[in-house]
């Protein structure tokens, strides 16, 4: 059952504390999973599924030591401590991004097996209902203590292929309050406005009969939902919900889901990854698939009349 926020402590967005009246922790759908027609039911109600524990702590802490081990290699953790710890290096402010799993990790067969075999992928095959396909492209987060990623939906960036595509998204450590996590407005994946112009808007297109500066056609647009998650909130309705992860948590939600993150209050890097998933018979968006996905580089701009 969804727990009043007063529960948790205050949590901010980009400096911003979230409205304790609208803010509350994430349902529990793992009383669900024996249920596949409630499981679908509950995510065409609230935009999103929880399932704290769901992937297995053990798996998830052998993915993240993969993951500590290229951050540690590349310098970006800070030496005076454990590289267990993920204290990121006070200098240096780089991350890796994301790409094929086999080109970020000498090792990646710990994450493969959390993102891409077991648990995660009989999930998909039973909530879709048929074969599954994942993107190539995985993304790798490491959040530094700061400000959240910038509230969105992910068609914008991935919205090429099938708009019947889902997120899974992992956090790689215990991602407690004060490390943040990922922030949910739920019930946002019905709202007719967004549906009007937002979410048909792709951001590796531009204007090719304007006057556009070559570096805004090479930069695109960030995809980013204007506005703090208060007026957000008050355009869009709804309720901000978030937990307190730990290992072994997932969060699945689908291509139009409002969502962004929490600041991170701590001192240590939040490790996460998003995963996209899609029943392998439809069409898919070519910008994330194949041995060299091209993502939002040069090759993936489109021009179009404005």
Request: net charge negative; hydrophobic share 35%.
């Amino acid at each position: 059952m969804s727990t009043a926020a007063a529960a948790m402590p205050t949590l901010t967005y980009q400096g911003e504390p979230l409205e304790s009246d609208y803010t509350r922790l994430m349902d529990d759908s793992t009383p669900l999973l024996s249920d596949v027609n409630a499981l679908r039911a509950r995510m065409d109600r609230d935009g999103y599924l929880y399932l704290p524990g769901y992937l297995g702590r053990d798996r998830v802490l052998r993915a993240r030591q993969i993951m500590l081990d290229r951050l540690s290699k590349l310098g970006l953790l800070d030496p005076a401590f454990d590289p267990a710890d993920a204290i990121p290096h006070p200098t240096k402010k780089s991350s890796f991004a994301g790409g094929r799993l086999e080109e970020l990790f000498e090792n990646p067969e710990p994450i493969s097996d959390v993102l891409y075999r077991g648990p995660m992928m009989d999930l998909f095959r039973q909530f879709l209902a048929a074969d599954v396909r994942h993107y190539d492209y995985t993304w790798m987060r490491q959040v530094a203590p700061g400000p959240a990623t910038s509230i969105h939906s992910d068609v914008v960036y991935m919205g090429r292929g099938t708009h019947h595509l889902h997120t899974a998204w992992t956090p790689m450590g215990d991602n407690t309050f004060d490390l943040g996590g990922l922030l949910v407005l739920r019930g946002s994946h019905r709202h007719e406005g967004l549906a009007k112009a937002y979410w048909k808007s792709d951001v590796d297109t531009f204007c090719s009969n304007t006057d556009e500066t070559r570096e805004a056609k090479r930069q695109g647009s960030t995809g980013a939902l204007n506005g703090a998650a208060r007026q957000l909130r008050n355009s869009i309705g709804g309720d901000w919900v978030t937990g307190d992860f730990r290992m072994g948590d997932v969060v699945i939600f689908n291509v139009y889901t409002v969502h962004g993150g929490t600041d991170n209050h701590s001192n240590v890097l939040r490790l996460s990854t998003d995963t996209r998933y899609q029943r392998a018979s439809e069409a898919i968006d070519e910008r994330w698939i194949g041995e060299k996905p091209i993502g939002h580089g040069p090759l993936a701009k489109r021009g179009m009349i404005c």
